[in-house]
Every structure is written in structure tokens, then in C-alpha cells.
């Protein structure tokens, strides 16, 4: 059974081989063969010149989005350094405040210590001068009862005894 399956294998291998034949190149089918060598080169060139415009295309879009970024980032840098700009003169005002408000409040403050010491000189000039009288009068006395004493003896001992003499 092997054996006829084999046979039957060979002849069916074999039989296509012997039912082809060399076909001879005429020269219809080299003119056809030539005009589709033409026809492929001019193809192959209009191909070429579409694959350049379009290169030209995306070359020129690149250039033109390029522009675009450098425009966009030239304008956005504009805008961070006119607002770093602002938020510098904002600080310098704040600052100004700032040093004019701890000026006004330490002139103030030497204003009314001033003042204080002001009052306190003018309102104890008198006292100070009352003091002085009232100092003086009490020698005066002191020296009166001393006076008084040397001529009464009684007086005098009072006088020890209370420690003026």
C-alpha cells in the first residue's frame, strides 16, 4: 500500500514538470516591458518631486512653529519680568511704608518721652522750691528753739530728749 501511495506521489510531482515549455521573449512583450519601465521611472519621479514638497511643507511648518515657540516664549518671559517687575515696586512701596510707619511711631514715642520728661521737671520746679522754703524755714526754727533754749534750761532738756540738741 506504501508503495502505490509513493508511485502515485512520484507521478503527480513529475507530470507538471513535463507539461511546461519555455515560452520564447517576443518583442511585444520587450516594448511592453520598456513602456512599464517608462511609465514606473515617471512615476517614480512624480513620486519623488511629491515626497520633496511635502518635505518642503513640513520643513516649512517646522520653521513656522518654531517661530511660534520663540515668539511665545520671548512674549511669556516679557510677562514674568514686567510682573517680577511689578512685585519688585509693590515690596518698595511696602517697604516705604513700612519705614515711614516705624518712623512716625519711634517720634512718638521720643515725642512723649519728651514730654513726660518735660512734665516731670516742670511739675516738680515747684515742689522742689516749696521743699527749699519749707527746708529753710525749719533751720530757722531749729536755730529759734536752740536760741530759746539756751536761755531756758528746761527747754533745752526737752529738747535733748527729743535728740534736736
Known amino acids: ?24 521573449f517576443s518583442q511585444e512583450d520587450r516594448e511592453r516591458l520598456i513602456r512599464l519601465e517608462t511609465k ?3 512615476g517614480f519621479k512624480a513620486l519623488q518631486r511629491q515626497i520633496d ?4 511643507q513640513i520643513d516649512d511648518l517646522k520653521l513656522s512653529t518654531q517661530r511660534q515657540i520663540d ?3 520671548l512674549s511669556t518671559q516679557r510677562q514674568i519680568d514686567d510682573l517680577k517687575l511689578s512685585f519688585q515696586k509693590q515690596f518698595d512701596n ?3 511704608l513700612i519705614l515711614w510707619g516705624f518712623g ?8 512723649l518721652i519728651g514730654f513726660v520728661i518735660w512734665d516731670r521737671r516742670t511739675a516738680l ?4 522750691r516749696k521743699y527749699k522754703v519749707f527746708e529753710e524755714r525749719g533751720e530757722l526754727i531749729e536755730k529759734a528753739l536752740k536760741e530759746y533754749a539756751r536761755e531756758n534750761p528746761k527747754f533745752a532738756e526737752i ?7
Open 1 to 24: 500500500m506504501y508503495r502505490i501511495i509513493f508511485i502515485l506521489a512520484i507521478i503527480m510531482l513529475i507530470a507538471p514538470i513535463s507539461h511546461a515549455k519555455e515560452v520564447s
Open 40 to 42: 514606473v521611472e515617471e
Open 53 to 56: 514638497s511635502q518635505q518642503r
Open 71 to 73: 515668539d511665545l516664549k
Open 94 to 96: 511696602l517697604y516705604a
Open 104 to 111: 512716625i511711631l519711634f517720634g512718638g514715642m521720643g515725642i
Open 125 to 128: 520746679a515747684p515742689v522742689v
Open 159 to 165: 529738747l535733748k530728749g527729743l535728740g534736736i540738741l
